[in-house]
């Protein structure tokens, strides 16, 4: 039910697949690969473990997972060279990032200890590329099938690109393509894209 996968017109260097820290983790939730342009630039695609029902087994592995994303985190940082990860975190953020924040607070998503642990990753130095051009409430990426989530606009934020100081110099937008999600037999998510000036 996960994959993760970097299409790309330009040349790809160094591909990895899998997160680093648990050679027995067999889920495809990790590829990250130096995509060849201008500028170099270290592209990571993510799928973050959703984690329900919490507490329990699957909660536990979101956040061993979590620690093992800000350990290969950290390193990007380090090597202060431009880097990304993107994709699906299953983390709310904050309460702005949901139409009724209220309707998560039990949610492995909305947990304290998931939000934590993303301000963990977030505190070592990244920029979230959509919040930073565009910050307040209102900016969804998912919306639940059941309910009539998308035609009442009872949305969430969880699709995050965060970049790395030097990646964040080269942002020039960052965007989430909506209409998408008015299609027929539509994702629940819809893309999230940004342009680097590389």
Not at 104 to 112: E, G, I, Q, T, V
Not at 139 to 164: C, E, K, M, P, V
């Amino acid at each position: 039910f996960n994959g993760v996968a970097i299409l790309s017109k330009l040349p790809l260097e160094d591909i990895t697949r899998g997160l680093p820290g648990d050679d027995s983790d067999e889920q495809a939730r990790w590829i990250e690969a130096t995509v060849i342009g201008k500028i170099p630039i270290r592209v990571c695609g993510l799928y973050l473990p959703n984690g329900n029902p919490a507490p329990g087994p699957k909660y536990d592995y979101k956040l061993d997972w979590m620690r093992r994303l800000k350990v290969r985190a950290q390193q990007l940082i380090n090597a202060e060279e431009p880097a990304l990860m993107a994709g699906d975190y299953n983390i709310i953020a904050q309460p702005e990032d949901a139409a009724t924040p209220q309707a998560w607070l039990l949610d492995a998503l909305h947990l304290p200890q998931s939000r934590a642990a993303f301000r963990d990753i977030m505190n070592l130095g990244f920029t979230e590329a959509h919040k930073s051009l565009h910050p307040g409430p209102g900016h969804y990426s998912f919306w639940d099938y059941q309910a009539g989530s998308w035609q009442r606009n009872n949305g969430i934020r969880i699709d995050h690109f965060l970049l790395t100081p030097s990646c964040a110099d080269l942002l020039l937008e960052c965007e989430v393509d909506i209409a998408i999600r008015g299609r027929e037999r539509p994702s629940d998510h819809v893309p999230v894209w940004v342009q680097l000036d590389s």
